[in-house]
């Protein structure tokens, strides 16, 4: 890895922290509202996936969203003003948290259904396959997803199929309030995925080498259209489910835990010893991170309201 | 074109795809066994035209089956997916419903889902609870999706090509007892004047009838009897439930005073319930009669031959309602 690698990665990772940071912040001030599932934690998993991606690859992700949108080159201005509901959102306000869109970028859709997500990044692999071929599709989703028939069903077809897609299971070990171990015995993504056929890895996802590691060759194998490849990151969140969740489920010392293994701390400990990063450097890139999130809150907070009969319109094409 | 006469249903079908796939290289074809042409022929002959990766067959996986049609539709191609019986349209209605239909608004119109799912519905030959119902209501209800039901072999066809070339989600619903049926004459049948827009198929001066899919050929018969007595229905065919031509039946209700929906799905909570809302507040002061609904009892469609035949509404059905407008026992 060079410093302009190291920088860049570390530059997302700061960027969906301080992002995700400001929106309990500002959730917590009544500044903005609804159901918010944070990403606090699990940082590395996107900065490394979206490192391997242009932005003609298509991205699907899950309900825990807004760090796959900034990591695939979302514009954290148009994220923060949509969790707004303001009219200078990416989706106008209508969209909200869970069903930000960012096409531009190649960010498709999160979703509010669980699993919801994969059979679309099939459909969009297999459009990739016949009309552009070398570009692929990538789906994000949780381990809570793994129990979900629409899953089974994708692995299926995406391997019968060879599409040129990238399944990442983010396995934080909790479906919604519920550990893993409390509904299934298959607790590895990677499991399903070796039944299908499909190449699979399980890796730390707190750590962002090893994640690299992981996807560099399932994006080759996608692009060069010799099919799917599922990655599985285990991970962790550090909020709860959704923003407000008082976590009642976990003990406090398997936070402590996890906060002892946190992606971006790592990281750069790893790039100071590595040589690929000084203590000024990382200072610049965090402060960076966070005017440009201060930058986005002012955006959101100035931004019109959208007009009140726009609720009704723009339902059909 | 419009399909000669002696054309079926289910070939004017088969002749829609084929022509749109003809125009179109992202017009493709999803579903069980559509390579081999389906259960009764409706993709006949498109895998050994345009080839198995145009024309797919696919696992038994409805839901994600929608989805992945949905997925290729948000990048450009115009998926048509055969769901074989609307029955099955349930396992897919994560797909269709939280984001086919939604993904155009939710993403504040910087997406859209040119997708067409074909579907078999409605009651014939004893297939039971599972294979016979009429779940148009269901889709009518979500604001996104456009839903059609067509009644005659010519309209099948121009209906089906509206469908492909409309940028929306569009459920296509095809009576199976309509299948092998034959339009009386050739109808030239424009594509542009048929997606959202209702069509009046025999003028009459003393009741509406608004009819949906087989129930119009219903409907058809039930004027011969009621002519031979003197009263005359309007029968009118929405074609399409949603959006629905309400000026089309409305002033057809306003000439004649009243009115009888007829559908075959169960009446409760059917589209028929909706049509008398939105009549009676645009013709209430037309209305000589209450509206009245003709459709199939509260229950799941029974699969022997006499009870079928007392779920299924059939033409004295009709002329019951239509004289019971008419103040006539």
Same mark, same amino acid.
């Given at each position: 890895?060079?410093?302009?690698?190291?920088?860049?990665?570390?530059?997302?990772?700061?960027?969906?922290?301080?992002?995700?940071?400001?929106?309990?912040?500002?959730?917590?001030?009544?500044?903005?509202?609804?159901?918010?599932?944070?990403?606090?934690?699990?940082?590395?998993?996107?900065?490394?996936?979206?490192?391997?991606?242009?932005?003609?690859?298509?991205?699907?992700?899950?309900?825990?969203?807004?760090?796959?949108?900034?990591?695939?080159?979302?514009?954290?201005?148009?994220?923060?003003?949509?969790?707004?509901? =303001? %009219?200078?959102?990416?989706?106008?306000?209508?969209?909200?948290?869970?069903?930000?869109?960012?096409?531009?970028?190649?960010?498709?859709?999160?979703?509010?259904?669980?699993?919801?997500?994969?059979?679309?990044?099939?459909?969009?692999?297999?459009?990739?396959?016949?009309?552009?071929?070398?570009?692929?599709?990538?789906?994000?989703?949780?381990?809570?997803?793994?129990?979900?028939?629409?899953?089974?069903?994708?692995?299926?077809?995406?391997?019968?199929?060879?599409?040129?897609?990238?399944?990442?299971?983010?396995?934080?070990?909790?479906?919604?309030?519920?550990?893993?171990?409390?509904?299934?015995?298959?607790?590895?993504?990677?499991?399903?995925?070796?039944?299908?056929?499909?190449?699979?890895?399980?890796?730390?996802?707190?750590?962002?080498?090893?994640? &690299?590691?992981?996807?560099?060759?399932?994006?080759?194998?996608?692009?060069?259209?010799?099919?799917?490849?599922?990655?599985?990151?285990?991970?962790?969140?550090?909020?709860?489910?959704?923003?407000?969740?008082?976590?009642?489920?976990?003990?406090?010392?398997?936070?402590?835990?996890?906060?002892?293994?946190?992606?971006?701390?790592?990281?750069?400990?790893?790039?100071?010893?590595?040589?690929? &990063?000084?203590?000024?450097?990382?200072?610049?890139?965090?402060?960076?991170?966070?005017?440009?999130?201060?930058?986005?809150?002012?955006?959101?907070?100035?931004?019109?309201?959208?007009?009140?009969?726009?609720?009704?319109?723009?339902?059909?094409? | 074109?419009?399909?000669?006469?002696?054309?079926?249903?289910?070939?004017?079908?088969?002749?829609?795809?084929?022509?749109?796939?003809?125009?179109?290289?992202?017009?493709?074809?999803?579903?069980?066994?559509?390579?081999?042409?389906? !259960?009764?022929?409706?993709?006949?002959?498109?895998?050994?035209?345009?080839?198995?990766?145009?024309?797919?067959?696919?696992?038994?996986?409805?839901?994600?089956?929608?989805?992945?049609?949905?997925? %290729?539709?948000?990048?450009?191609?115009?998926?048509?997916?055969?769901?074989?019986?609307?029955?099955?349209?349930?396992?897919?209605?994560?797909?269709?419903?939280?984001?086919?239909? =939604?993904?155009?608004?939710?993403?504040?119109?910087?997406? =859209?889902?040119?997708?067409?799912?074909?579907?078999?519905?409605?009651?014939?030959?004893?297939?039971?609870?599972?294979?016979?119902?009429?779940?148009?209501?269901?889709?009518?209800?979500?604001?996104?999706? =456009?839903?059609?039901?067509?009644?005659?072999?010519?309209?099948?066809?121009?209906?089906?090509?509206?469908?492909?070339?409309?940028?929306?989600?569009?459920?296509?619903?095809?009576?199976?007892?309509?299948?092998?049926?034959?339009?009386?004459?050739?109808?030239?049948?424009?594509?542009?004047?048929?997606?959202?827009?209702?069509?009046?198929?025999?003028?009459?001066?003393?009741?509406?009838?608004?009819?949906?899919?087989?129930?119009?050929?219903?409907?058809?018969?039930?004027?011969?009897?009621?002519?031979?007595?003197?009263?005359?229905?309007?029968?009118?065919?929405?074609?399409?439930?949603? !959006?629905?031509?309400?000026?089309?039946?409305?002033?057809?209700?306003?000439?004649?005073?009243?009115?009888?929906?007829?559908?075959?799905?169960?009446?409760?909570?059917?589209?028929?319930?909706? &049509?008398?809302?939105?009549?009676?507040?645009?013709?209430?002061?037309?209305?000589?009669? !209450?509206?009245?609904?003709?459709?199939?009892?509260?229950?799941?469609? !029974?699969?022997?031959?006499?009870?079928?035949?007392?779920?299924?509404?059939?033409?004295?059905?009709?002329?019951?309602?239509?004289?019971?407008?008419?103040?006539?026992?």
């Amino acid at each position: 890895m060079d410093k302009q690698t190291a920088a860049s990665l570390l530059d997302t990772m700061y960027l969906i922290r301080a992002f995700e940071e400001k929106v309990s912040e500002l959730y917590a001030k009544l500044e903005i509202r609804g159901l918010l599932h944070l990403g606090i934690g699990q940082e590395a998993v996107a900065a490394a996936v979206c490192s391997f991606l242009d932005r003609d690859d298509l991205l699907y992700s899950s309900h825990r969203a807004h760090g796959h949108c900034l990591a695939k080159g979302g514009d954290p201005r148009r994220l923060l003003a949509e969790l707004a509901g =303001k %009219a200078n959102g990416y989706c106008g306000g209508k969209g909200g948290s869970m069903h930000i869109s960012a096409p531009e970028v190649g960010f498709m859709t999160a979703t509010g259904v669980v699993g919801g997500t994969i059979p679309l990044a099939l459909g969009s692999a297999l459009f990739c396959r016949e009309r552009r071929p070398g570009r692929i599709a990538v789906v994000f989703f949780g381990d809570g997803a793994m129990n979900m028939g629409a899953f089974q069903e994708s692995l299926n077809i995406a391997s019968l199929w060879k599409l040129p897609l990238l399944f990442v299971c983010e396995n934080n070990g909790y479906a919604e309030f519920t550990p893993i171990s409390a509904h299934t015995l298959v607790e590895r993504a990677s499991e399903h995925a070796a039944v299908y056929h499909i190449p699979t890895v399980t890796v730390d996802g707190n750590d962002l080498l090893a994640v &690299l590691q992981a996807v560099e060759p399932a994006v080759a194998r996608a692009r060069s259209g010799d099919g799917p490849s599922l990655v599985e990151c285990l991970t962790y969140r550090m909020r709860g489910h959704y923003e407000g969740d008082p976590s009642k489920y976990r003990e406090l010392s398997e936070l402590q835990e996890w906060k002892s293994k946190d992606p971006v701390a790592r990281f750069v400990a790893w790039a100071i010893d590595a040589g690929l &990063l000084d203590e000024t450097e990382r200072d610049a890139i965090e402060a960076a991170a966070r005017s440009k999130v201060e930058a986005a809150a002012d955006f959101a907070r100035e931004g019109p309201v959208p007009e009140r009969d726009a609720v009704s319109r723009g339902v059909y094409a | 074109m419009t399909p000669a006469a002696g054309t079926t249903f289910l070939q004017s079908i088969n002749q829609a795809l084929r022509e749109e796939m003809l125009a179109d290289p992202d017009v493709y074809v999803l579903g069980e066994d559509v390579a081999v042409g389906g !259960p009764y022929g409706a993709t006949r002959g498109l895998a050994e035209e345009f080839g198995e990766h145009r024309v797919i067959n696919t696992p038994i996986s409805e839901g994600t089956v929608v989805g992945l049609a949905i997925g %290729a539709a948000l990048q450009g191609l115009r998926p048509v997916v055969e769901i074989m019986f609307v029955d099955f349209i349930t396992l897919a209605l994560d797909q269709l419903v939280n984001h086919g239909a =939604k993904l155009r608004y939710m993403s504040g119109g910087q997406l =859209k889902v040119p997708l067409t799912i074909r579907t078999m519905f409605g009651v014939s030959g004893g297939w039971g609870a599972h294979h016979s119902q009429s779940l148009e209501a269901w889709l009518a209800h979500v604001p996104g999706l =456009k839903v059609v039901m067509p009644s005659t072999a010519c309209e099948a066809g121009a209906l089906l090509r509206a469908a492909i070339r409309d940028d929306n989600p569009v459920l296509f619903m095809e009576h199976r007892g309509l299948y092998w049926t034959k339009d009386d004459q050739a109808e030239p049948t424009t594509i542009e004047s048929t997606l959202g827009t209702a069509r009046v198929r025999r003028p009459g001066r003393d009741v509406t009838v608004v009819a949906t899919g087989r129930m119009v050929s219903t409907a058809l018969r039930a004027a011969e009897r009621l002519s031979a007595e003197g009263v005359e229905i309007e029968v009118v065919d929405p074609r399409t439930l949603s !959006p629905l031509d309400l000026d089309t039946l409305a002033a057809s209700v306003r000439k004649t005073g009243r009115a009888v929906i007829a559908h075959e799905a169960v009446v409760q909570g059917g589209i028929g319930g909706e &049509l008398v809302a939105q009549l009676q507040l645009a013709v209430f002061d037309y209305l000589e009669a !209450p509206i009245l609904r003709v459709g199939a009892p509260f229950a799941p469609v !029974p699969a022997g031959e006499q009870l079928e035949a007392a779920f299924v509404p059939d033409e004295h059905s009709i002329i019951a309602a239509v004289r019971s407008c008419l103040g006539r026992a």
